[in-house]
């Protein structure tokens, strides 16, 4: 990749928290708790899509479209972001709908990133081992996260299509050797895995996995799909529960904490730990994607209609407090929230903390993992808490499994979002 062998030699160091990124976290959590709807804080949480372009054809999300460099950020609009939102941001995630190690400049980012001492996070599907950015990330003390979904590696191929658990497993092993050579948290190398009935029985497998790589932790998060899709939990509540479980124990066993950021159904969700309103996502995250758009959450990638202004048009801070962003952050507080952003009231109803508490420590409490919960499930009747759809398209009448073979439709997802962005482009 483009020069990473110099990353050696460029110092860097851990996050630093600095007067004037207290003072704005402070502000932040202040008008969060208040419920302020135009606030004077920046955001403490940057999302930031270097590209959607990807190197795997996963069936869950992907178009299957060819690279394309007009999907890239451009390093001048980085520069820009960098200039004007690190200094008061705690976190940066190079995270998008595409694979941002992918990048021949992805190094440069990482680089551009480290020079304000920002918390940086990462999430990689692992296909590219780039030992001088992992090294250089590593003694920044960084937060990756390796997507893993399977162990197995037929069913690894299927759900990864066009990658190995091979060469994730080889990535992930650098990770971890570069995380104990610089004194990094155990942490700072974690597993991810979207939870379908495809892979429910595999599950513990991916928990031994960590294990014998050394990843410290494995959050599950289940797949978001059309309510008919067969690979939808929903269809298989008492497997679902069943492979939670067993995960669970055999994190125990061999000293991997297993996470859910969110419960696999709202049938099974600890009723007590599910997120309370309001969510603090609008009031400290903000997302820019590759072409300038800005949104307010990471659980909404991939599609225009989330954003609620470009920086082609507008300033940062014009968005910011903007007429789209205030309403956004009032539904939240009244609960009434618009059709547009129907994938808040799926989090309502099942998510639980990532990493919010890192910027909000009181977020903390809602954490439910192997560390802080006896169970990670509780029964409760589907048709009292039946399954939310992310988005009113994706809604059906939830029909029993047909008892085949599970598989993602792609249709549902990518292939969608791609052909309305083409279609608006056309216009």
Known sequence: MRSDSRLYEIGVEPFE????????????????????????????????ELTQNCNLSCPMC????????????????????????FPTAHVVDLRGWGESTMLPGFGRFVELSLRHRVQLRLVTNGMVNRRPVWDMMMRAHAAINISCDAADPELFKKLRAGGTVERLANTTRSLVEARDKHG??????????????????????????????????????????????????????????????AAAERGRREGVVVQLDAAPDPALALPDMVRRPACMHPWSYAYVRYNGGVGFCDHMLGDDQYTLGSLQHSSFQE???????????RAHLTGDIPDRFSPCRWTYGQRYIDFEHTVHPDRAAGMV????????????????????????????DPAPATGGDPYIPVEYLGTRLRAMEQSDAQR
Do not use: C
């Open 319 to 329: 968005i910011w407090n903007g007429a789209d962003w205030v309403g956004i952050r």
């Open 62 to 85: 992907r178009f299957g479209s060819k690279y394309t460099t007009e999907w890239n950020m451009s390093e001048e609009m980085y520069e820009k972001l960098a200039d004007e939102l």
């Open 369 to 396: 993992s192997t560390e802080t919960h006896d169970t990670l499930i509780q029964r409760r009747d589907p048709k009292l808490f039946p399954p939310v759809p992310w988005s009113p398209d994706l809604a059906g």
């Open 17 to 48: 928290l600095t007067e004037r990124r207290r003072i704005n976290q402070e502000l932040n959590i202040a008008e969060h708790r208040d419920g302020a709807s135009e606030l004077k804080s920046m955001p403490l949480v940057l999302f930031i």
């Open 184 to 245: 990094a948290p155990r942490d700072s190398v974690k597993f991810i895995t979207t939870v379908s009935r495809d892979n429910l029985q595999d599950l513990v497998n991916v928990v031994e996995l960590a294990a014998r790589l050394d990843v410290e932790r494995v959050i599950l998060h289940p797949l978001v799909t059309h309510l008919d899709d067969s690979s939808g939990l929903h269809h298989d509540l008492d497997g679902t529960a069943e492979a939670y479980t």
